[in-house]
């Protein structure tokens, strides 16, 4: 029986994927985009889980890692002409992982709700440069561009379409996926979840804490940047809006509403979220967040382990 | 002494009583979060949305009696009653549960009451009348005698409060709760009772500080936001749970503040309290205004 169980995740992983790779063609233009948009939102809360459910750390300073994924992008994609994606990629994870490493330093000083104020309050300083600099960043208008071509030097070059796009994102995710998913179940991770079961006994056994903290916080930082990379090749415009911290506070809900400490979940909560949205601002407008926001206490009080948390064990086995 | 003349003494002067005016709200609404962390380790992220609350009490109180005072009183009660209903509705049911369940609790609930607000008062930022416009010639400018008053208001809520927490039955009540909660009950004090006490009184004292603040900014449903980030950044500058250094937190952040936008702009000069929150963190992450714990 045991056996048997990772067969039937990994058909189960492969029958989402093909259903995945194929939507783009099953789907019309909106909703194609739609599952996009939900890839790279799931990616961005994948990062957040790796400290809420695996380190036992909230992070409500994620919009600051990914709103600098997104500028870096940004700031490669308009010095270069052409514009080239990979110097781009590898910008927007230089300036989130900069970040990271300057938060994780000082915020991994504190636990538990201090550590979400404190990354609450770093997200809003950035926050606050980007919307000022308004002569580097735009300010307020945030800055436009043009997406660039998928491209190798002297092999091919492909431009961009919403399918193509989406198969590029796909990818991203899954790798991101599968990466993540090893490094929680690499030593590593499982010293982070003894941190999050017990933080006292992990030190006393003699585990440097502080560092498997600041780099959990790096890693975690590091996805969120690529999703906001990613966000940027689809929109082709960064704003400080998607830095202020109502969108941390989005990733934290697709984390409960999923189920955290499943990696899978918070990608599942984030498409529920945004269909959900989709759905209620039909009837509700721009104040879809007030069911939203009632359905998020409900969870929270009654439903604590998220839509998948009864399958919680068996995704991480 | 040509370098003390460089220095402009009048708006330094100036700045130093926004400051303290500014401070002594801030510390208001900081005193009601630190009582609330302090005694159920609840973080109360809706906090700046019992300020909004009560400012917008205020507005329809005022248009019905126009007598601010009598705003600012239902303006408190109100948002004590508020407060106390939120209590046992959400967040009872997480007492006991990980500190962090709150934070999301009240993350929900502060996006439930923003958007009501916005959707029954709209986007459009609503007055309160100063109730009185005298003013003192200060320099070359009229100051405003009201906020010279906001400041003494508050004080004097503070320093009430205080002093209910040192010598009232309940203050006495609440004190023991916030030391050891099950000897608290042993001893035969309504723990529940003093809980749900405890966050209504937080939240008139978050409403009260909405109303007094009203007049200077003007209501919206956004205006808690600000507020709550800077009472964040005090209390735990100040040293979580305590009353005495979130007050003293208040003043020294928001007179930093002051200074600062003689030279940059307001939105810049935020970033000041952030940069005293990250020494603090750097340097005494119990809060700069405590006694060192042993």
Redesign the interface.
């Given at each position: 029986m045991r056996d048997r169980q990772p067969i039937i995740f990994w058909t189960g992983f492969a029958v989402i994927l093909t259903l995945l790779i194929i939507a783009p063609l099953m789907l019309p233009a909106f909703w194609g985009r739609f599952v996009t948009e939900i890839l790279i939102w799931g990616l961005l809360a994948m990062s957040s889980d790796l400290l809420i459910g695996y380190t036992g750390m909230v992070s409500f300073g994620h919009s600051a890692f990914f709103g600098l994924g997104m500028y870096g992008a940004a700031f490669a994609l308009l010095a270069t002409r052409p514009p080239n994606l990979w110097l781009a990629l590898f910008a927007g994870l230089v300036a989130a992982a900069a970040i990271a490493a300057f938060v994780a330093y000082f915020s991994t000083r504190l636990r538990d709700i201090y550590f979400a104020i404190t990354t609450l309050i770093f997200s809003q300083i950035f926050y606050i440069v980007i919307f000022t600099w308004t002569e580097l960043t735009g300010g307020e208008n945030g800055l436009t561009f043009s997406r660039p071509a998928l491209a190798i030097p002297g092999l091919f070059s492909l431009r961009f379409t919403p399918r193509t796009l989406h198969w590029f994102v796909l990818a991203i995710v899954i790798l991101s996926y599968l990466l993540l998913r090893r490094i929680t179940h690499s030593p590593f991770g499982m010293v982070l979840q003894s941190i999050r079961e017990n933080e006292a006994r992990t030190r006393a056994i003699g585990y440097p804490i502080e560092r498997y903290k600041i780099l959990a916080v790096m890693l975690s930082g590091l996805f969120a940047g690529l999703a906001g990379v990613l966000y940027a090749f689809q929109n082709e415009f960064a704003a400080p809006n998607f830095v202020f911290f109502v969108l941390s506070g989005e990733v934290v809900i697709y984390n409960v509403i999923g189920g955290i400490g499943t990696l899978v979940g918070p990608v599942v909560g984030a498409a529920f979220f945004l269909l959900l949205r989709e759905e209620l601002s039909r009837f509700f407008t721009e104040y879809y967040l007030i069911p939203v926001g009632l359905m998020f206490i409900a969870m929270v009080i009654f439903m604590p382990q998220g839509l998948l948390g009864f399958a919680r064990r068996w995704l991480n086995r | 002494m040509g370098f003390l003349d460089a220095i402009p003494w009048d708006l330094l002067l100036i700045q130093t009583i926004n400051g303290v005016v500014t401070g002594m709200i801030l510390a208001l609404v900081a005193s009601g979060l630190t009582l609330i962390f302090g005694i159920m380790d609840v973080?109360n992220f809706a906090h700046g949305e019992f300020l909004m609350l009560g400012a917008y009490i205020a507005v329809l109180t005022l248009v019905a009696t126009h007598s601010f005072w009598i705003a600012l009183i239902v303006a408190a009660l109100g948002t004590a009653l508020i407060g106390a209903i939120i209590y046992l509705t959400?967040l009872r049911?997480?007492l006991g549960?990980d500190?962090?369940?709150t934070?999301?609790?009240t993350?929900?609930?502060s996006?439930?009451l923003?958007?009501?607000a916005?959707?029954q008062f709209g986007p459009v930022a609503r007055k309160i009348p100063e109730p009185f416009s005298g003013s003192i010639q200060l320099f070359y400018l009229n100051y405003p005698l009201y906020r010279l008053m906001i400041a003494a208001l508050s004080a004097a809520i503070i320093g009430g409060f205080w002093l209910f927490l040192k010598y009232g039955t309940w203050g006495i009540w609440i004190r023991a709760t916030t030391q050891d909660r099950i000897m608290a009950q042993a001893m035969g004090i309504p723990v529940p009772w003093v809980l749900t006490g405890v966050f209504a009184i937080g939240s008139a004292m978050a409403g009260a500080s909405g109303v007094l603040f009203g007049p200077l900014v003007g209501v919206d449903h956004a205006m808690g936001f600000d507020w709550i980030?800077r009472a964040?950044?005090v209390v735990?500058v100040g040293g979580?749970g305590s009353l005495g250094g979130s007050v003293l937190a208040a003043i020294f952040i928001s007179l930093l503040e002051a200074y600062a936008s003689l030279w940059v702009?307001p939105?810049?000069a935020?970033?000041v309290s952030?940069v005293v929150?990250?020494m603090t963190?750097?340097f005494r992450?119990t809060g700069l205004f405590v006694a060192t714990p042993k």
């Open positions: - | 973080v959400t049911p997480l549960r500190p962090l369940t934070i999301l609790a993350f929900g609930l996006l439930v923003q958007n009501y916005l959707w980030l964040f950044i735990v979580m702009s939105a810049q935020g970033i952030f929150l990250i963190l750097l992450p």
